[in-house]
């Protein structure tokens, strides 16, 4: 049961333009959604993350998107640079659990092209 | 020290032997995870202790994957007699809290590979 989805593997976007990653989660309990950026080799680096009271959250060229009703969030990358290229997971903590373990899903790999 | 350290950084392991994977948190904090990652998949948790308590192993996939914590630092992750199945990188992220909606650090992980 895959309680939190990525479902585009990869997109490709160009310098400069408008990277948006997508994700939807199935559990309602969710609280908080986190966004990771991993590249080889390392681990993942936490990036930009929003509480479920908010529907926006903001930070530089980062801003994610929360939609309760339809249990969607976005990231948003404006402008995309090459450095960008990584891999980009969703993560979701609440529910039953509160120890704060996440829920990831599977992944979206971005590539920036220049 | 300035982040999460884990090693060995890779691990190449027979079937059925015993590994243990290291995790150093960062220096004072409370919440440490352990989580494995599948190739082309997202992490998954396995465990989670709170400084020395091991408060939730619902994600250890089988009575082969222990942890411990003994004195609320550093954490070892043991899996005995190994199977291909176990293939995989083992991450561990650490936080100063008991939850952290700021984000946890992960380590680079041990990419454990078993023939």
């Known amino acids: 049961d895959q309680q939190v989805k990525q479902n585009s593997p990869s997109l490709s976007v160009q310098e400069g333009r408008i990277s948006i990653l997508n994700c939807d989660y199935t559990?309602?309990?969710?609280?908080?959604f986190l966004w990771y950026k991993k590249y080889p080799a390392e681990g993942p680096t936490f990036l930009i993350s929003?509480?479920?009271?908010?529907d926006k959250n903001e930070d530089g060229r980062f801003t994610v998107f929360l939609n309760k009703s339809a249990k969607h969030l976005s990231l948003h990358i404006v402008p995309s640079q090459p450095g960008d290229s990584a891999v980009y997971f969703c993560?979701?903590?609440?529910?039953?659990?509160?120890?704060?373990?996440?829920?990831f899903g599977q992944g979206t790999t971005l590539q920036v092209k220049p | 020290g300035a982040g999460v350290s884990q090693s060995p950084r890779y691990k190449v392991a027979k079937r059925g032997q015993d590994v243990a994977l290291r995790c150093d948190p960062i220096s004072g904090h409370v919440s440490l995870f352990w989580y494995q990652q599948a190739l082309g998949q997202g992490p998954e948790f396995l465990t989670y202790?709170?400084?020395?308590?091991?408060?939730?192993k619902s994600g250890l996939p089988s009575d082969r994957f222990f942890a411990e914590r003994p004195e609320g630092s550093v954490s070892t992750l043991k899996i005995q007699r190994t199977q291909q199945e176990d293939s995989a990188v083992y991450l561990c992220?650490?936080?100063?809290?008991?939850?952290?909606?700021?984000?946890?650090?992960f380590g680079s992980g041990t990419r454990l590979t078993v023939v």
């Open positions: 202790f709170q400084n020395e308590a091991q408060l939730d």
């Open positions: 929003i509480s479920s009271i908010k």
């Open positions: 992220a650490s936080s100063p809290g008991r939850r952290s909606n700021y984000g946890y650090t």
């Open positions: 993560a979701a903590s609440g529910g039953a659990s509160n120890t704060g373990k996440l829920i």
């Open positions: 559990n309602s309990m969710f609280d908080y």
